[in-house]
């Protein structure tokens, strides 16, 4: 039986211990990114800052679904809003979520093509 870490059994680095405060941020990262909803919202606001109306003709939802979704990206300190007037607008303001979503959609799926949209590139 090996007894080397799996860290080095997989080819990476010795990976560091997380802190619970450090295991909490990441579970209240993955716990906003885990409804299709809040990721469609997020792949909107690539496009930059946008209000509650435009997001929610952007994405087909409704104005309280995607309300609700934004409070809960904001929470999470995800998205960073600002309100002008009657409207808010919302911006993404932890730029590390982009890297997740791209270091999950370049895993190779069981064809060892990466995951996309049928052109190949990660979405």
Same mark, same amino acid.
């Given at each position: 039986?090996?007894?080397?870490? %799996?860290?080095?059994k997989m080819g990476y680095k010795k990976a560091r211990r997380l802190s619970e405060a450090q295991i909490k941020q990441i579970v209240t990262h993955f716990r906003a990114l885990s409804q299709p909803l809040r990721l469609? +919202? $997020?792949n909107e606001l690539l !496009?930059? !800052?946008?209000?509650v109306t435009k997001l929610v003709k952007r994405t087909g939802a409704n104005q309280s679904n995607v309300s609700k979704h934004l409070g809960e990206l904001h @929470?999470? @300190?995800? $998205?960073?809003?600002?309100r002008d007037g009657l409207s808010i607008y919302y911006t993404i303001a932890d730029t590390r979520v982009l890297? +997740?979503? !791209? %270091?999950m959609c370049a895993k190779s799926n069981s064809n060892g093509k990466?995951?996309?949209d049928?052109?190949?590139k990660p979405i």
């Amino acid at each position: 039986m090996n007894s080397r870490p %799996l860290t080095r059994k997989m080819g990476y680095k010795k990976a560091r211990r997380l802190s619970e405060a450090q295991i909490k941020q990441i579970v209240t990262h993955f716990r906003a990114l885990s409804q299709p909803l809040r990721l469609r +919202i $997020l792949n909107e606001l690539l !496009e930059g !800052e946008q209000n509650v109306t435009k997001l929610v003709k952007r994405t087909g939802a409704n104005q309280s679904n995607v309300s609700k979704h934004l409070g809960e990206l904001h @929470k999470a @300190k995800i $998205l960073a809003r600002r309100r002008d007037g009657l409207s808010i607008y919302y911006t993404i303001a932890d730029t590390r979520v982009l890297s +997740i979503c !791209e %270091l999950m959609c370049a895993k190779s799926n069981s064809n060892g093509k990466p995951i996309g949209d049928g052109d190949g590139k990660p979405i």
